[in-house]
T-cell receptor, first 110, second 111 residues
Framework: SQTIHQWPATLVQPVGSPLSLECTVE??????LYWYRQAAGRGLQLLFY??????ISSEVPQNLSASRPQDRQFILSSKKLLLSDSGFYLC?????????FGQGTRLTVV | GESVGLHLPTLSVQEGDNSIINCAYSNSASDYFIWYKQESGKGPQFIID?????DKRQGQRVTVLLNKTVKHLSLQIAATQPGDSAVYFCAENSGGNQFYFGTGTSLTVIP
């Protein structure tokens, strides 16, 4: 069965510190992968999506970057976090008519 | 400045009433649609799906209606309960790997 692992579930980081959120997928191959952010009371905002290894599309200019070093691994990073990077981050994958979300990471930048 | 995403449309309903959540899509080639429910602090979970060869599909207390003419999708929840309070998302697919997710609607059920 297909599963998606996203970690950590919660994270508190100081301003200026680096960030690395990881998402891995099992049970499918060559999926599309997505990183979304939700600010409190807001809808899903697409940050990045990837159609293959090393292929990253950025949807909004921002302080974050994404990488896909392996087919089923998607990483969201920042070199220096800003207060405005706080939010709920969701990883998702889609392939062959299916789409699933991870459980999300609550990031608080202090 | 940084974009922080669109404000969530909100819908408040009385417990026991029916809820209707709407979604519009723009790609006429979209032929598969999914509704997700996201409870607070969790990732969205699959509720129900529908393919474009259908106009209606029913699940347990939920019904999805598809109007391809006006590119409109709706989710109807019968006898809404407090546990239905959540954010609901639609997603569309045109046959490949790519899905497009809507920004969501926040449903609040008033006891």
């Amino acid at each position: 069965s297909q599963t998606i692992h996203q970690w950590p579930a919660t994270l508190v980081q100081p301003v200026g510190s680096p960030l690395s959120l990881e998402c891995t997928v099992e049970g499918t191959s060559n999926p599309n992968l997505y990183w979304y952010r939700q600010a409190a009371g807001r809808g899903l905002q697409l940050l990045f999506y990837s159609v293959g290894i090393g292929q990253i599309s950025s949807e909004v200019p921002q302080n974050l970057s994404a990488s896909r070093p392996q087919d089923r691994q998607f990483i969201l990073s920042s070199k220096k976090l800003l207060l405005s990077d706080s939010g709920f981050y969701l990883c998702a994958w889609s392939a062959r008519g299916e789409a699933f979300f991870g459980q999300g990471t609550r990031l608080t930048v202090v | 400045g940084e974009s922080v995403g669109l404000h969530l449309p909100t819908l408040s309903v009385q417990e026991g009433d029916n809820s209707i959540i709407n979604c519009a899509y723009s790609n006429s080639a979209s032929d598969y649609f999914i509704w997700y429910k996201q409870e607070s602090g969790k990732g969205p979970q699959f509720i129900i799906d529908i393919r474009s060869n259908m106009d209606k599909r029913q699940g347990q207390r939920v019904t999805v209606l598809l109007n391809k003419t006006v590119k409109h999708l709706s989710l109807q929840i019968a006898a809404t309960q407090p546990g239905d309070s959540a954010v609901y998302f639609c997603a569309e697919n045109s046959g490949g790997n790519q899905f497009y997710f809507g920004t969501g609607t926040s449903l609040t059920v008033i006891p």
